[in-house]
T-cell receptor, first 113, second 110 residues
């Protein structure tokens, strides 16, 4: 069964600290993996997209990693800011003839001053 | 600026009533999608359309209907047959691999 599991469900960190969010997936055949940031009551916004051959991709203070062998991805946030408080959603697309995109439930990040 | 506009942002509906959520995009994207988001769950696909005048059911299409008469517009109707319609609804479009989302409509049944 195609699944995307994210951990932790929620996380509280102090402003300025780093954190890492995890995503494990069982989607097959794999096409790509994306991380989205969703502010409360808003639509998700794409942070990174990674294909099978990419191990690391950065977008400012956000760095995503992908291990296609173990089917794991992580999103590392450096020097967190209050505006990083949001849900972070891992999304995996299957390489099938039809349309198949599986969303994780997200990690809710709270950054405190 | 190009983007996706959903309206209204908040919507209240009485039980037994149909309601239509609007989604408009000016990105010239062919594909459009409707998702439902519930607390603690990943987004679930309701309907999608890859071209004008054509649409396909997603994973949870029961109680919903859509139309795609224009490339820019993909309205979603939540019918009285949807037993648990209270949720956050997200519209998206895509040209390639990346989904671009609207700001969502929160529907509450009262």
């Amino acid at each position: 069964k195609n699944q995307v599991e994210q951990s932790p469900q929620s996380l509280i960190i102090l402003e300025g600290k780093n954190c890492t969010l995890q995503c494990n997936y069982t989607v097959s055949p794999f096409s790509n993996l994306r991380w989205y940031k969703q502010d409360t009551g808003r639509g998700p916004v794409s942070l990174t997209i990674m294909t099978f051959s990419e191990n690391t991709k950065s977008n400012g203070r956000y760095t995503a990693t992908l291990d296609a062998d173990t089917k794991q991805s992580s999103l590392h946030i450096t020097a967190s800011q209050l505006s990083d408080s949001a849900s972070y959603i891992c999304v995996v697309r299957a390489n099938t003839g039809g349309f198949k995109t599986i969303f994780g439930a997200g990690t809710r990040l709270f950054v405190k001053a | 600026d190009g983007g996706i506009t959903q309206s209204p942002k908040y919507l209240f509906r009485k039980e037994g009533q149909n309601v239509t959520l609007s989604c408009e995009q000016n990105l010239n994207h062919d594909a459009m999608y409707w998702y439902r988001q519930d607390p603690g769950q990943g987004l679930r696909l309701i309907y999608y359309s890859q071209i004008v005048n054509d649409f396909q059911k997603g994973d949870i299409a029961e109680g919903y209907s859509v139309s795609r008469e224009k490339k820019e517009s993909f309205p979603l109707t939540v019918t009285s047959a949807q037993k648990n319609p209270t949720a956050f609804y997200l519209c998206a479009s895509s040209m390639s691999q990346v989904l671009v989302f609207g700001q969502g409509t929160r529907l509450t049944v009262v």
